[in-house]
């Protein structure tokens, strides 16, 4: 019983250390520009669009 109180403590502290890391790197991921490249196909893309 013991183990398994200890088992499930633990999988529930590996469970935190990822539920932590996933929201750390996808904040960090909102925090990044958008590259030149998606921005030049962007405006490609809206320029065509007006022109219809």
């Known amino acids: 019983m013991y183990e398994e109180m200890s088992d499930d403590k633990s999988r529930s502290s590996v469970k935190d250390q990822i539920n932590e890391n996933l929201r750390r790197v996808y904040e960090e991921t909102l925090k990044e ?4 490249r998606f ?3 962007l405006e490609q893309l809206r320029a065509k669009g007006g022109s219809e």
């Open 33 to 36: 520009d958008v590259p030149d």
């Open 39 to 41: 921005k030049l196909l």
